[in-house]
């Protein structure tokens, strides 16, 4: 009987206590677990990629302002910190490398990422190589760097590096940093000379043939062979072997097998004359006469 009379007195108690309920921030809170934020921004889910958070909750990123919501005149919702810090509750901060992608450095992963969800892996915002192509469409220079046009090279009538046919930009470069110059993903020489090492053009080595540069004679290891007689050994052997560079352009050219149509030689602009054949080709550049091979 005391423990019934004490329970109705303490329960008294509780009802004579003021009671304000949620305030409007925290009752949009418990709202924006349910669905319903979805119905105003539908479109902002139901993609083929959805950003975790985005499935489990919007307040995992956004926050109430306390305002009426939706309004003409107040902005109901705020991030819950700025970009990139906010990405970092989830993600794990990149290491510091040699050389970071620009958007990265300047803290712009809405850049490149969709927050919501996406049809593209990793959140992109359209497919690679557009994604990429929609800034490097014009010349970077800054005192210690220059990155080139690469849609010039790589759209409409150029032939473009199969890399990027196949596999994109990413096949060569890295997207957020590498400790490798313009952020390749293994090491490739910005010399025009140096030794005929494989190690020195590790990054060509992930697609092409060793062969390439170490044998003599191949019947697959290159294409730019007469008979059997490596031509590509035979222009890049010894402790002075030239870049890829100085005859193919990496990204793209109008002509085939990626060769230039000219190359600066020092204060010299020279034609490299190429005509391919169905099985070889030819050249006259400024080195040597006209030569021509056949496979």
């Known amino acids: 009987m005391l423990m019934i009379q004490s329970f109705i007195i303490d329960f008294l108690i509780l009802l004579s206590l003021p009671f304000n309920g949620l305030d409007y921030s925290e009752a949009i809170s418990l709202e924006m677990q349910l669905p319903v ?49 906010l990405c970092y509750y989830c993600h794990e901060e990149k290491e510091e490398m040699d050389f970071t ?13 969709d927050a919501h969800g996406s049809s593209e892996a990793s959140l992109m915002r359209s497919p690679d190589p557009d994604l990429c192509l929609s800034c490097h469409n014009r010349d970077y220079r800054s005192d210690s760097s220059e990155t080139l046009n690469i849609r ?32 390749l993903v293994d090491r490739f ?9 494989t190690e020195n053009f590790e990054l060509c080595f992930l697609c092409h043939d060793t062969d390439l540069l170490n044998a003599q004679e191949t019947e697959w290891g290159t294409g730019f062979r007469n008979g059997k007689k490596n031509l590509h ?6 402790n002075k072997g030239r870049n890829c560079r ?26 490299m004359n190429f005509v391919p054949e169905e099985q070889g080709g030819s050249c006259l550049p400024g080195c040597h006469g006209k030569l021509s091979y056949q496979r």
């Not at 992608?101 to 990422?113: S, W």
């Not at 150029?158 to 046919?165: R, V």
């Not at 050994?233 to 010894?238: A, E, F, Q, T």
């Open 37 to 85: 934020c979805i119905e105003c921004h539908s479109d902002l889910v139901g993609r083929d990629m959805m950003h975790y958070p985005v499935e489990d909750a919007c307040d995992n990123c956004h926050e109430s302002t306390g305002a009426s919501h939706p309004s003409a005149d107040s902005l109901g919702f705020r991030l819950m910190d700025k970009i990139p810090e």
């Open 101 to 113: 992608h620009q958007p990265v450095a300047g803290g712009d992963c809405l850049g490149c990422h």
């Open 152 to 183: 010039r090279l790589v759209k409409g009538r150029m032939k473009a590096h199969s890399a990027i046919e196949g596999g994109g930009c990413m096949s060569c470069h890295q997207s957020h940093g590498s400790d490798s110059r313009a952020l």
């Open 189 to 197: 020489p910005e010399a025009d000379y140096l030794p005929a090492l």
């Open 233 to 238: 050994w035979l222009h890049m052997n010894g």
């Open 246 to 271: 100085m005859c193919h352009n990496i990204h793209g050219s109008p002509q085939s097998f990626l060769i230039e149509k000219r190359l600066d030689f020092g204060n010299w602009e020279m034609q």
